[in-house]
């Protein structure tokens, strides 16, 4: 019977668009506004072929003393002028029998959905398909009713059977052994055997093993595989999502604008050439089977020759240079893709204002750093907590000539501090990502322990304090920080309004802090760099009620 009902539909559709339609009498329907009459069609996303004039697809003209509106084609014919990669459907192994009208899924002139769709997905797809049997028949008891038909499926038919959309496809999917990866639901939301990456590992027992070398790509490592490849179907090898460099580009977003400006040319071409996919012992990714004793330069040494570059560089030892020091691999507004965001001043002079012969220094570190920056000298030689790392020399943390980063750092701030403070996180503490670690900590030295500058809860406060959103170093980390309603001594009132945030815990029920902790702080329950959580959780604690568990034994 359904069937019926359909085909009734795909004739009746088709006839009504090819009849003329009465209309009142226009005087000249070159000129008519049609929007004066017609703008409730118009209200919503708007088919581009209506932007470009209601001429494309009808036809106005007078006609013996009054006006009639034609279409210039009827039915998928008129919808084919412009869509015309969709001439060959009815020749797919597994057509989509509505494609015959493309009125029974789409609105000609404007909807609520995206791509002009009558109703939302799956509501639309439900319309003609029973959810109960497409649930329990034949996707294995996993939630359609609240999913996407079109991850899948092609809406408009395919060569492949069930009008799936990929030609690579998952092996548990090509199976159809759902409950590999998924357990039933009676929710909306499918549910996984395990979380990732342990799901992945199950089958993939040998990626967890390599996965642990120094450097490891944070999707990897964060348990994300499918923010490049697709659990299901794909059409790319490896069910990639889609191809490098795009791929990529999805979380690096900057390099796309490198490119855009002046492209280093194996960049442009495949991330693949310089850069592991999933870990390397080398940072950054770096390939370790084209670097010889982990120096950057042997890397670039596979395209260009070292030997005819030493002149250019003083003479310097090429083969053990970081060649990205300079220079940025990607791609630069700067001539011989130089480093364009921080370069130092006496670098743009000339070298010898720090050089005196070949790549030697005129002076020693930090010395001859002091001599430009003696406001900094000052900080040093005042400071009750100085920074270890200015034994090692400016250049430690420092690039001398130019960088891809503020201050000349030698790369962000979390890894250049990563270098000598472990910082590795599923989750890092927001402002350490938009604004750096000298949010909350002196860089050159300081009189607070832990080079802090400030101690405790005041430090945190100064920007999650909701009756202190003046303050300058909330300023400075871009009002972006969540704001707390404490009460007015600030010793309470997280996260709920007589929980303790300074002092010690009071209250009826027994309250067992942890061995060491006397006194309640931020620190208490929030980790200050990075955590399992969202909400950094110390302990390595992934939810709130493990956390409130610490403490609330009973």
Known sequence: MKKIIIVFLLWTAGAAWAQEKPHPALVDPAKAKCETCHAAVLEGIVHDAVKMGCDGCHIVQNKDDKTVVSMTASGRDLCLTCHDGMKDLDKKKAPHSPVEDCGNCHVPHAGKEKHLLKAALPDLCLGCHDAEEMKTKVHKGQPVHGTSCVECHNPHGSDIGKMLSGTVQHRPFQEGTCGACHRSTRTRQARLV????????????????????????????????????????????????????????GCHADIRDLLAANPHPPARKDCGTCHAVHASPNAHLLLGGKMTGGAVSSLCAGCHDLAKLKPGHRGAAMERLDCTSCHNPHGSKGHHLMNTTSVHPPYQEGCDSCHSEGTGLSEKQPTLCFVCHDAVEKQVKDAKVPHPALDSGCTACHSPHDSQYAHLLKGPQVQVCGECHAMNFPYYHGIIRSSGCQICHEPHGGNGARLLKASGNELCLSCHDADRTDNPLRKLAGDKAPLLQLSKDKKSGHPVAAHPVAGKPLGRKPVELPKGMDTMSCLSCHSPHGGKSPKLFVLDKERKDELCLVCHKK
């Not at 799901?199 to 490592?221: G, Q």
């Not at 964060?222 to 490849?229: A, D, I, L, M, T």
């Open 194 to 249: 395990s979380n990732p990456p342990g799901l992945c590992y199950a089958c993939h027992p040998a990626l967890e093993a390599k996965f642990k070398d120094t450097s490891v790509h944070a999707p990897v490592r964060n348990g994300e595989c499918v923010k490049c490849h697709e659990p299901h179907l794909a059409n790319l090898p490896k069910l990639l999502r889609s191809s490098p460099p795009e791929l990529c580009f």
